[in-house]
């Protein structure tokens, strides 16, 4: 199972699970439309492709004939703060979510702490500049939020022991709370989803996550993922 780390806390995830389909998958749900079908070259070494096959898939993502895209299937399972969740969960088209319901769900939460505080840029839209504060006030901050973070986690748990329902005691944790979902979508949907987030404009932390679907996916389907990513717009 291929895993990766992207905000390189130990906490932050991106699991993948299963997924349906291939590269193959694509070409046929294509040329069903003719009732024809394509098969894998094999040999001694392994099973490709036909060129004719690669080159119809590069025709369907440059022309947008998007639907044979939708049929591969892919799982995951993500770790992700509560305030990136928000943004990710923004592409919403060929995708299903299940995440931890914290109605139920009582352990100690988890809460992402930034490595660096970035300034604000001067563009609105681009999010974060690259300046950072100074070193003496990113480590006197630092320490500010992880005595939050601890506090918030006292005061938590404290509701909880007294019986506060975890669905009204959740409303005290912040938004930096890790939260966990499994999100199972189309081929298609990945590579709109990352194409949004690796944009220019796409904040950083959101970038990293991308750049982890885009290695499990991409690997995967690794002809259509070229394809579509030289063609979709996000």
């Given at each position: 199972?291929?895993?990766f ?11 993948h699970?299963d ?5 193959l998958?694509?070409v ?7 009732d ?8 001694d ?9 690669e ?15 939708f ?11 509560s305030?990136l969740?928000h943004q990710?969960?923004?592409s919403?088209?060929?995708v ?6 914290r109605?139920?769900v009582?352990?100690e939460?988890?809460?992402?702490q930034?490595p ?5 840029a001067?563009?609105?839209?681009a999010?974060s ?6 070193a ?13 973070y ?6 938590y ?17 912040p938004?930096?709370?890790y ?5 199972t ?11 949004l ?11 990293l ?13 690794p002809?259509?993922?070229?394809a ?5 717009a996000?």
């Amino acid at each position: 199972m291929m895993t990766f780390d992207p905000l390189g806390d130990g906490i932050s995830r991106v699991e993948h699970l299963d997924h349906m389909g291939d590269d193959l998958r694509v070409v046929n749900a294509a040329r069903i439309s003719f009732d024809r079908e394509s098969h894998l070259e094999c040999d001694d070494t392994g099973q490709w492709l036909q060129d004719q096959d690669e080159k119809l898939i590069g025709f369907l993502a440059e022309n947008e004939h998007v639907s044979p895209f939708f049929h591969p299937q892919i799982c995951l399972r993500i770790t992700m703060p509560s305030f990136l969740a928000h943004q990710w969960w923004r592409s919403t088209v060929g995708v299903s979510r299940s995440e931890v319901y914290r109605r139920y769900v009582v352990a100690e939460p988890q809460c992402y702490q930034p490595p660096h505080w970035r300034l604000r840029a001067q563009q609105p839209k681009a999010g974060s500049g690259t300046g950072e504060l100074g070193a003496e006030r990113q480590a006197a901050l630092s320490v500010e939020v992880e005595r939050l973070y601890r506090d918030i986690r006292t005061l938590y748990g404290q509701m909880i022991q007294e019986g506060v329902a975890p669905e009204l005691a959740q409303a005290v944790l912040p938004q930096a709370t890790y939260t966990r979902w499994i999100e199972t979508g189309s081929l298609h949907y990945f590579v709109r989803a990352c194409g949004l987030h690796t944009g220019p404009m796409a904040q950083r932390e959101l970038r990293l996550y991308a750049e982890a679907v885009s290695e499990i996916v991409g690997g995967l389907f690794p002809v259509s993922w070229k394809a579509l990513t030289r063609h979709t717009a996000a």
